[in-house]
């Protein structure tokens, strides 16, 4: 396994991190353990949460999954910070207030005492960022948190946050998570080549677009299959201008020989910038499939494909991918 070094920060990890978004919803804590344990058994070694995902039972199923197997050491353990967590109006954001008492929460049900990437999850307009930073760097200082990152900023905030940390002394965000997949390019045109820039590692998520390219739509069927994430909010059907774009991914995928979902994933591999796609699987299956994505390189020619479906930093038109709340 070719594991990829996480920006400047040194450490390395596994190219495709294991996201954990659907751990205490789709995925009961007895399948999610599983799911742990298939991806570590592969070699995985990078995981992602967030104190938000299912009120915390994400972080807690994880927390009891380390305690039971006693492999805290064994991998890059990922979190966030910024959604509403109760009903006190302070109870969100970035500000110190809310960034304190949520560490402690999230170390709680982590079973852990240090968090190794504290992501601020969304940014906040009500908080300057020097403030964000001074929190976060204390929080470093005092050996909860290793490294820093930001996810779903624009490229102004993160050349703003970059430049602050420079001036403050404080420690900055080694690592961005945007979203990225085929449909939605958009963060090949700013954020990308920020971050390549300043050495800030991205782990992108969505890479098969909630589903969208995974290849188990079809046009004119019952587009959207029951336990779907798009069937729990009662739709049941996509933008037409998407099918085109789903139809020639699995296209060629056939062609290449594996699946949608490899394809797709295999492709956010390909894209320069990009350290690891984060995957988020409901069941075991699915990780298996999708963890296949990592043996996968690309030929320039089915890459120049993919950029006859979709262009280089270009978003498909009605895709409805903007930076929903994770």
């Known amino acids: ?3 990829r070094v996480l920006g ?3 450490v390395k990890v596994h190219p495709l991190c294991l996201g954990t978004m659907n751990f205490g919803s789709f995925t009961p804590p007895e399948d999610a353990h599983a799911i742990l344990n298939a991806y570590t058994e592969g070699g995985g070694n990078f995981v992602d949460t967030a104190n938000v995902y299912n009120n915390g ?13 006693n492999n805290r050491d064994e991998f890059v353990l990922s979190t966030k910070v910024h959604g509403k967590r109760g009903e006190n109006i302070n109870q969100q954001g970035n500000h ?7 560490v402690e929460e999230s170390l709680k049900r982590l079973k852990t005492d240090r968090i190794d990437l504290y992501h601020i ?3 906040d307009p009500d908080t300057p960022i020097d403030q964000t930073l001074r929190a976060l760097d204390d929080l470093v200082r005092s050996g909860k948190v290793l490294y820093l990152a930001s996810s779903t900023f624009p490229a102004w905030e993160l050349a703003e946050a970059h430049f602050i940390a420079k001036e403050l002394g404080t420690a900055r965000f080694d690592v961005e998570q945007p979203p990225l997949n085929i449909i939605d390019r958009r963060i090949e045109k700013e954020v990308l080549p920020f971050c390549q820039r300043y050495d800030v590692a991205t782990i992108t998520w969505a890479p098969l677009a909630r ?6 739509y079809t046009r004119g069927g019952r587009s959207i299959p029951d336990g779907s994430y798009y069937q729990s909010r009662g739709k049941d059907d996509f933008p037409p201008s998407q099918w085109p774009v789903m139809e020639g991914v699995d296209k060629l995928a056939d062609e290449r020989g594996c699946t949608s979902s490899q394809f797709s994933i295999a492709w956010c591999l390909s ?3 990009v350290t690891c796609p984060i995957l988020g699987p ?3 299956e699915q990780l298996q499939d999708n963890m296949g994505a990592a043996d996968i390189e690309l030929t320039q020619a089915e890459r120049d494909a993919v950029d006859n479906l979709v262009p280089p930093g270009e978003l498909c038109r009605d895709a409805g991918l903007g930076a929903v709340p994770r």
Do not use: C, F
């Open 121 to 123: 999850h969304r940014p």
């Open 271 to 273: 894209v320069p910038g």
């Open 211 to 216: 589903g969208r390219l995974a290849g188990k």
């Open 1 to 3: 396994m070719n594991y």
């Open 96 to 102: 110190r207030w809310h960034i304190v008492r949520e």
């Open 57 to 69: 039972q994400s972080e807690s199923i994880i927390g009891d999954w380390m305690a039971n197997e």
């Open 282 to 284: 409901r069941t075991v």
């Open 8 to 10: 400047r920060t040194g």
